[in-house]
């Protein structure tokens, strides 16, 4: 059987049809014009050099800070430094664990019943970062060594050549946070919602930061760079806002991706505020 429709039926039909189809164009451009809903960024690290750029949050960047402030005070090389992010990145992602294999604890996973210390001692990343720097100094010829075989000398570990694994993501740290390349930590932290908001604890950072370096004197401008990136891998923790060095400055602000050229600190001393 043949359905008829009029003429009537038909020109509505088109009329619908046209209708539909602006309808949807109209969408289009008009969903195209719109910003998607702003999310909130999470507290964030990043870690750029010319090996890369590698994200860490707060706690692995605070750890990392005083890894590298460690073997400063201990006037260590870089080479020290990148085979303890590499024993790091391996037996804790650089996190300060309070569990691990059997008794193993901490950012090395270094074990009390092996004689490291105590399990509070362990759990102190300065006290910790000391223990291996000074097993690393013990063992002959690390500088030269292959990285995996200098970090199984210090740990003893079931699988030692886990960590030549690490060695690049290591090296482009150690370039950081050593000072080795300026402005080479950036980090952001919410600024809170507490009016008035909360007073930057300076002498409280410069107090630890002297616990783990010695002294916080600039004595060079490798070391300004070392104690600034410190100073943001910090900054979430004591609340600071604005770090200066050697006419650069970092502030905690989420429009920010980098260290901005500007400021009136100089090379004699970092700023904080």
């Not at 994200?55 to 460690?70: K, P």
């Not at 909360?198 to 060079?220: F, I, M, N, W, Y």
């Amino acid at each position: 059987m043949r359905l008829r429709f009029s003429r009537g039926v038909i020109t509505i039909a088109i009329i619908v049809i046209v209708l539909a189809v602006g309808i949807s164009v109209g969408l289009f451009h008009l969903l195209k014009k719109t910003k998607p809903l702003a999310v909130a960024p999470e507290p964030h690290c990043t870690v750029r050099t010319p090996l890369g750029e590698r994200y860490l949050d707060f706690e692995q960047a605070e750890i990392s800070a005083t890894i590298a402030a460690v073997a400063a005070r201990r006037r260590l090389p870089e080479r020290a430094v990148v085979i303890a992010y590499a024993t790091a990145l391996q037996e804790s992602k650089i996190y300060n664990l309070d569990y691990g294999d059997r008794d193993s604890v901490g950012v090395f996973q270094q074990r009390e019943s092996q004689g490291w210390g105590s399990k509070k001692q362990l759990m102190d990343p300065v006290y910790a970062t000391n223990k291996f720097f000074a097993a690393l100094e013990k063992v002959k010829n690390y500088r030269k060594m292959p990285l995996a075989e200098a970090a199984q000398e210090v740990q003893r570990s079931a699988g030692g050549y886990a960590y030549a694994q690490h060695e690049e993501e290591a090296k482009l740290l150690a370039a950081a946070f050593t000072g080795r390349v300026p402005r080479a930590v950036h980090c952001w932290y919410p600024p809170g919602k507490k009016t008035p908001a909360p007073q930057p604890r300076t002498a409280e950072a410069r107090k630890q930061l002297a616990r783990a370096l010695g002294s916080t004197a600039v004595t060079s401008e490798r070391r300004g760079w070392l104690i600034a990136a410190w100073s943001v891998s910090y900054s979430q923790k004591y609340a600071l806002r604005q770090v200066g060095f050697a006419g650069a400055t970092w502030k905690n602000d989420v429009e920010l991706e980098s260290w901005q050229t500007g400021g009136k600190a100089g090379t004699r001393e970092v700023e904080l505020s």
